[in-house]
């Protein structure tokens, strides 16, 4: 899940800096140019969703589906010819999906013999209700970390950053050009190199032992708010404090640093690893919903903050931090190298139990159990 972030911020990396390229290029290819750049990975996407050779459909699906040759085949091609290692993983992935679906049917409406495949209405109802089970007594706090993880990722002023740098970084007195976007270009660059470190060490450390860079994050913004205040103040004459003015720059690159190293990966990690299997692909799924709605909170509110008070923006930001700091340290669990029993203790539930106990019985007799 950590390359997922580092590939997102690849992509704006590199989003940012072809524009940066062509600005000055004096006709429409200026802006031409750069969207005919977004074209290329996407005609690629095209042309593998078209030849399953170059990008065959996912085999876990294909299970779902009791395609299960046509899972085996996928694996094959991309694990190798190595048979009893696919049948391996082929089992693994019939045991998962029976057991989810074991897991589903036992909290949805149950069919009268007479009416054995559900309609529109029945299936839209009984998936309502599976996904208000994340709402339930046993799902609620996992369903929290989740969303306000997200929430709080979000909050902590990073797309503020990447969306708006320019403009934040005028409103602290940075003059010219070329030298603001290079700056802003500059944490994108910073998030992308800081996410390396957590790829390497996120198994080995934990996710919380990681978190605390949220620490340096909080405390980076609170303390760059004095230089950052100082230079907004004297914005007209950056010359005169460029101590203040680059020391206020700094602060945004170790904020963004830390950012790299806690909430860009773990913000994706943890949603996947506190819900147990039969929940996970809902719970992450809701996480990631609250990560894209808060994404656009963000996007649509800060100019208009930005318009009011630069210094009131960077506040709000810091004080998300905190709030995220404090949140992180007496809230959320270790979820590394944590079984699914110590899970279910933090969290007041038997759910991690009862997945296991599905999947030993799915595992010991596969072909006696249906769904019903």
Known sequence: MALEQLSIVVGAVA???????TRSINSSASWRLPLFIQLIPAIILLVGAL???ILPPSPRLLVVQERYDEAAAVLRMLRGDEDVLV???????????????RAASAHAPVLTSTHRKPGLISTMCS?????????????????????????????????ALLYYGPTLLLSVGLKGDTIT??????????????????????????????FFSSICATANFLEGRKPLLRCNTYSDDWTSHAGAAWLAVSCIYLYTA????????????????VFPLSMRSKGVALSTASNWLNNFLIGLVTPELMELSAKGTFMIFAVACFLGYLWSTYVVPETGNVSLEEMDAVFGSNAGVEDVRLKHEVSRNPKSLRVR
């Open 87 to 101: 049948q391996l993983e082929l089992l693994e992935m019939r045991t998962e999906v029976l057991v989810m679906a």
């Open 15 to 21: 989003g940012f800096w072809t524009g940066f390229g």
């Open 258 to 273: 830390a950012y790299g190293m806690s909430y860009g990966p773990i913000g994706w990690i943890l949603p996947s690893e």
């Open 127 to 159: 998936e309502l209700g599976i996904w208000a089970r994340l709402f339930g007594p046993t799902y609620r706090k996992r369903t929290a970390i989740g969303v306000m993880m997200m929430v709080f990722q979000q909050w902590s002023g990073i797309n």
């Open 181 to 210: 976007l290079l700056v802003a270009g500059g944490v994108g660059i910073v998030q992308a190199l800081a996410v390396l470190p957590v790829i390497l060490l996120i198994d080995r450390l934990g996710a919380s032992a990681l």
């Open 51 to 53: 030849f399953n050779r």
